[in-house]
């Protein structure tokens, strides 16, 4: 058996603020940073064996974080662009009620919570896990299926599209997901790399 840990990132500066982020890249709020401490708390019985993070500082840090809580720093991370958050395209920046008063509340909720339709020069949720499952596939299924533990730190969408993998979750149900900032989701993964149990650690 293995653990597969998935963290998204503790509130950074436009999470705060409510804007639509995507790949810029903002840093944590205080109340990031405490929750990535946190985080790494209730994390701290657990050994990882890999580690894994996008490019953008709010998943790095928190992950640095939550490494150095569990006193596990010395874990060489690997990087990748492929768990990076959905790129929302001509809407990064912009303050998302703001958004919803210059292009309508129901064109901007299609934007955010269809499964296939993206904002302009941006991803839709389906964009982002035809980058992320592949990769979680390709490097994490089989440190899974060798017994290492791996804890993915990343964001909101990339993880998303990474659980409706894992839990087989329809485009609808996917739609329903919401992963709170800087609380671990702990898989119980077989030998073939299916979870068998979930836990999520609020506390």
């Not at 953008?56 to 010395?74: F, I, K, N, P, W």
């Amino acid at each position: 058996m293995a653990l597969l840990v998935l963290l998204r990132h503790g509130e950074s500066q436009w999470n705060r603020e409510n804007r639509f982020t995507g790949w810029v890249d903002v840093p944590l709020t205080e109340k990031g940073i405490a929750e990535a401490r946190a985080a790494g708390e209730r994390l701290r019985d657990v050994h990882f064996d890999r580690i894994y993070t996008s490019l953008l500082q709010r998943a790095t840090e928190t992950l640095r974080l939550v490494l150095d809580a569990t006193g596990q720093s010395g874990i060489v991370a690997t990087r990748d662009a492929a768990l990076n958050e959905r790129h929302y395209g001509d809407l990064q920046g912009l303050n998302k009620a703001d958004t919803a008063a210059k292009f309508g509340a129901e064109q901007v909720h299609l934007w955010r919570r269809s499964y296939a339709i993206p904002p302009p020069g941006g991803e839709s949720l389906a964009d982002t896990a035809a980058r992320a499952i592949p990769f979680y596939e390709n490097h994490i299924e089989p440190d899974l299926k060798a017994g290492r533990n791996v804890l993915v730190a990343a964001h909101g969408n990339s993880l998303r599209a990474i659980v409706m993998h894992i839990e087989q979750l329809s485009r609808e149900q996917v739609l329903e997901l919401n992963l709170a900032t800087g609380v671990p989701i702990v898989y119980e993964m077989d030998g073939d790399a299916r979870s068998i149990g979930k836990k999520i650690l609020t506390g």
